[in-house]
């Protein structure tokens, strides 16, 4: 099992320029998650998904969009990056259906982006 | 105001040294969770234990052990005789109507 894997795992973008940041589980979760990671500021969520066809907001969406393809992939996407948007982003996922976090998330290796 | 709070930025000790981790949270709900991940320089975040609001029995697993107490609002992670591959971000998480992150302590173990 490779558990949570995302692609790439390092981007430099211009400002503007658009890009889909890719995740997989292997663990037949039914939710899925993405963080973004600044310094300091432990993990904010940007979008999760509870179950296949459904996706909701987290605490930071604007500038992104989410799909939940399947119940195994679930992208994300920067329509038009800014250097705000320069960080560390990690995909999760969990065995919860209904909700969320109430179980354990576990967590991809993440991806390094850099919007100059 | 922050859900966790993770006073400690930096700690630093001597291999074999114990190491507290000290994590206050804050919630009105009686039902929630709480939740320690490890990330080592490489990047990944690791999930080590996880408990839930009723149960406040101190856990020991190997060298890592955990001290709930609801009465403080705090969940502290000891590492006992520290080692280099302990370096590390240490979060502590929340969940109660969402997962809420600590903002980490970084430790180091100097050999």
């Known amino acids: 099992n490779a558990g949570v894997t995302q692609t790439p795992k390092f981007q430099v973008l211009k400002t503007g320029q658009s890009m889909t940041l890719q995740c997989a589980q292997d663990?037949?979760?039914?939710?899925m998650y993405w963080y973004r990671q600044d310094p300091g500021m432990g993990l904010r969520l940007i979008y999760y998904?509870?179950?296949?066809?459904?996706?909701d907001k987290g605490e930071v969406p604007n500038g992104y969009n989410v799909s939940r393809l399947n119940k195994r992939e679930f992208s994300l996407r920067l329509e038009s990056a800014a250097p705000s948007q320069t960080s560390v982003y990690f995909c999760?996922?969990?065995?919860?259906?209904?909700?969320?976090?109430?179980?354990?998330?576990?967590f991809g290796p993440g991806t390094r982006l850099t919007v100059l | 105001a922050q859900k966790v709070t993770q006073a400690q930025t930096e700690i630093s000790v001597v291999e074999k040294e114990d190491v507290t981790l000290d994590c206050v949270y804050e919630?009105?709900?009686?039902?929630?969770?709480l939740f320690w991940y490890k990330q080592p320089p490489s990047g990944e975040l690791v999930f080590l234990i996880r408990?839930?609001?009723?149960?406040?029995q101190n856990e020991i697993s190997g060298r890592y052990s955990w001290n709930f107490q609801k009465s403080t609002s705090s969940f502290n992670f000891t590492i006992t005789a520290s080692q280099v591959v302990d370096s590390a971000v240490y979060f502590c998480?929340?969940?109660?109507?969402?997962?809420?992150f600590g903002a980490g302590t970084t430790v180091t173990v100097r050999a």
């Open positions: 998480a929340l969940y109660d109507y969402k997962l809420s």
């Open positions: 408990r839930n609001s009723f149960d406040e």
């Open positions: 919630t009105r709900d009686t039902t929630y969770y």
């Open positions: 663990m037949n979760h039914n939710s």
């Open positions: 998904s509870a179950s296949e066809g459904t996706t």
């Open positions: 999760a996922s969990s065995e919860a259906g209904q909700g969320w976090g109430t179980d354990t998330q576990y």
